[in-house]
């Protein structure tokens, strides 16, 4: 049997087969597009009225990068309605259809001519001056500001509008950044045991991250709190280092445990960051300030000279000077008491003496117990914010400064020196309270309040960083400076402190006050109920 094959019918067959393939995937395809633009055209509609109005404040690639990022998010926060050119340059062009703008008066006129509700700053060639004087502006009118860290991945747009943020108080410190003296540092560090106590604070566990940044051989984290430092073991545990690491339950206050401690590691450097630090419950505890702050301090000290410690550095606190609470004195007589071992060892020439550094400096943004986390909190219950005067300042520098100071200082120094840090301009407490109310959308003592509570026991209006007697001398670095205090006998000192250990065992808090007051003649208690021993 002879089969014929129809060439024409098989063709006809291909070619329908692949006509109706065409059709058939770009019928899918359209039909895709068509449902996804209708849904986010819908979502789109729906949310006009909750998008954020915004100008971007830039028009260099990092500005152009966020604007797309924003234009391509889902859901989308923010409705881009134009640019501002900075140098008024290119204010007749448009770049993404959208008008390049000219700032000719402040910025909150223009924002209120073209009906933005805020501004992100993309534009980072603006100085922190400029940057805050913006800030202010739109703040004063309540314009909502956001910014965005450089951009160097232009690719991932979903990270980059991710990275948009409200401006944060710590965005708005008057500061510029330190350069450190890396070399010195490493020095120190580099190979060497190290001691941290007070390891799972906020300043103690930025000293461990920062320390570990200089490749020591050895790390010991020491600290009474458990889940804190149970929490920063991990964190240390996760990184690539190879330094050992280790973490120890240990009271300063007790001499046995620490001894333990130094017999076990013999650390090289040791940096003392444990303390009690709340003025008003040192105020009415003072037993356990001295307990902590001096005899703490002391057990420590002393163990450093006993076991050939290199470095001791001291943490300590502007409210050490012209002290007017317990918690001021008793970091005082701590700083007295490790100055006075130096002074000894020096009297002694005992060339391989411990070297004992004291650091001084004031708040820290974000530190356990300061205002800024404790506004944080009461912003979001819905107020109000709490301070205790009107007319309160303080100076404030950020954790991660504060400690690299520290160990910039701790380099530095060659036993006896109080280093002061330059903690920048003052800020008026009620000024703080006013603009991280803005920040947070708020307007304030309209939608929040902020209440006056009064002075707590033992608080001054402003704070020192200089002793009335005392001098300053520059260091090589412009943020640390050397405070020259009067030498004090050690063995007259020694029996006033040993005194003073003695008897908060017995916890007689007037009793207690009074010798701290002998010991720290410029100790005049403020608001206090102790200032009957001034009189």
Not at 165 to 188: A, G, H
Not at 315 to 338: C, F, H, L, Q
Not at 468 to 474: L, V
Not at 493 to 516: C, D, F, P, R, W
Request: aromatic share 8%.
């Amino acid at each position: 049997m002879i089969y014929e094959w129809n060439f024409e019918d098989k063709a006809f067959l291909n070619t329908a087969l692949f006509v109706n393939t065409v059709f058939t995937f770009c019928g899918l395809f359209l039909y895709r597009v068509i449902v996804k633009r209708t849904f986010e055209l819908y979502f789109s509609d729906s949310s006009k009225n909750k998008l954020v109005r915004v100008i971007i404040y830039g028009t260099d690639s990092n500005a152009i990068s966020v604007a797309n990022a924003l234009n391509f998010e889902t859901p989308a926060r923010f409705k881009v309605i134009g640019f501002v050119d900075h140098n008024n340059q290119n204010t007749s062009k448009r770049m993404l259809d959208l008008p390049i703008l000219a700032q000719k008066k402040k910025l909150p006129a223009l924002l209120r001519s073209i009906g933005a509700e805020g501004v992100i700053i993309a534009d980072k060639s603006l100085s922190k001056d400029e940057q805050i004087q913006i800030v202010d502006q739109c703040l004063e009118f309540n314009y909502k500001v956001f910014t965005v860290p450089l951009i160097t991945n232009w690719e991932n747009q979903k990270e980059i509008s991710q990275k948009i943020k409200n401006i944060q108080i710590e965005d708005l410190l008057d500061r510029k950044p330190i350069i450190l003296d890396d070399k010195s540092i490493t020095k120190q560090l580099k190979g060497k045991t190290v001691l941290i106590t007070g390891a799972a604070g906020s300043i103690g566990s930025e000293i461990v991250r920062q320390v570990l940044s200089f490749e020591p051989a050895k790390l010991i984290m020491v600290d009474q709190a458990e889940t804190p430092l149970h929490d920063l073991t991990l964190e240390t545990n996760a990184l690539e280092s190879s330094t050992e690491i280790y973490s120890v339950i240990a009271d300063v206050r007790s001499r046995k445990a620490m001894e333990s401690v130094f017999a076990a590691y013999q650390p090289q450097v040791v940096y003392h960051a444990a303390a009690y630090k709340h003025v008003p419950l040192m105020e009415e505890n003072p037993a356990q300030a001295i307990i902590t702050n001096v005899k703490g301090t002391k057990n420590l000290a002393d163990l450093s000279c006993k076991y050939g410690t290199e470095k001791f550095v001291m943490v300590s606190t502007d409210k050490a000077v012209n002290p007017s609470n317990v918690m001021g004195a008793s970091k005082r007589i701590a700083e007295k008491y490790v100055q006075s071992l130096q002074w000894k060892q020096k009297q002694e020439q005992n060339v391989a003496a411990t070297k004992f550094i004291t650091t001084r400096f004031g708040n820290v943004l974000g530190s356990n117990g300061s205002v800024v986390p404790l506004f944080t909190k009461q912003i979001a219950e819905g107020g109000p914010l709490t301070i205790t005067h009107k007319d309160i300042i303080r100076y404030f520098m950020t954790i991660p400064e504060a400690c690299q100071l520290v160990l910039e200082a701790g380099a530095m120094g060659n036993g006896g020196e109080i280093y002061i840090f330059d903690m920048g301009k003052p800020v008026r407490i009620y000024d703080l309270a006013e603009k991280m109310i803005k920040l947070a959308g708020f307007i304030p003592n309209v939608d929040m309040k902020i209440d006056i509570i009064g002075l707590r026991p033992g608080e001054k209006l402003y704070e020192e960083l200089l002793n009335d007697n005392s001098k300053t001398i520059p260091t090589h670095h412009e943020k640390i400076m050397i405070a020259q205090e009067l030498e004090e006998e050690f063995e007259v000192l020694h029996n006033y402190i040993n005194e003073l250990i003695t008897g908060s065992v017995v916890y007689n808090s007037k009793a207690i006050v009074a010798q701290m007051k002998k010991i720290v003649p410029e100790f005049k208690s403020m608001n206090s109920t102790f200032e009957v021993l001034d009189k």
